[in-house]
């Protein structure tokens, strides 16, 4: 397993920023992909961004250009860049690592960081 550390959530005003970060046990060479979920409340879980050991991005595209993933190899760390943020961008955003392992693919997740959107 890969384990998972998130921070950098909080309260933040409509248009403000923050970012996230998360810290992973092992070389990120050696995981498939990383990715931001979000999970709102009443709401289904969502993939907000992704990247793979080769550097290739994806983005929800609800964002409008507004997040940026981004990595620190020397630190095994992945970070989310969240610029503009709006009320509903509130929710609990969770880190995953996705490694093959005996044969299959597999998700590890952090423990969720909270970002709420309020004035």
């Known amino acids: 397993q890969v384990q998972l550390v998130e921070s950098g959530g909080g309260l933040v005003q409509p248009g403000g920023s923050l970012r996230l970060s998360c810290a992973a046990s092992?070389?990120?060479?050696?995981?498939?992909?990383m990715g931001w979920y979000r999970q709102a409340p009443g709401k289904e879980r969502e993939l907000v961004a992704s990247?793979?050991?080769?550097?290739?991005?994806n983005y929800a595209d609800s964002l409008n250009g507004r997040f940026t993933i981004s990595r620190d190899n020397t630190k095994n760390t992945v970070y989310l860049q969240m610029n503009s943020l709006k009320p509903e961008d509130t929710a609990v955003y969770y880190c995953?690592?996705?490694?093959?392992?005996?044969?299959?693919?597999?998700?590890?997740w952090g423990q969720g960081t909270q970002v709420t959107v309020s004035s």
């Open positions: 092992r070389s990120i060479f050696s995981i498939n992909a």
């Open positions: 990247t793979t050991w080769s550097g290739s991005t």
């Open positions: 995953t690592a996705r490694t093959l392992r005996s044969g299959t693919l597999k998700n590890d």
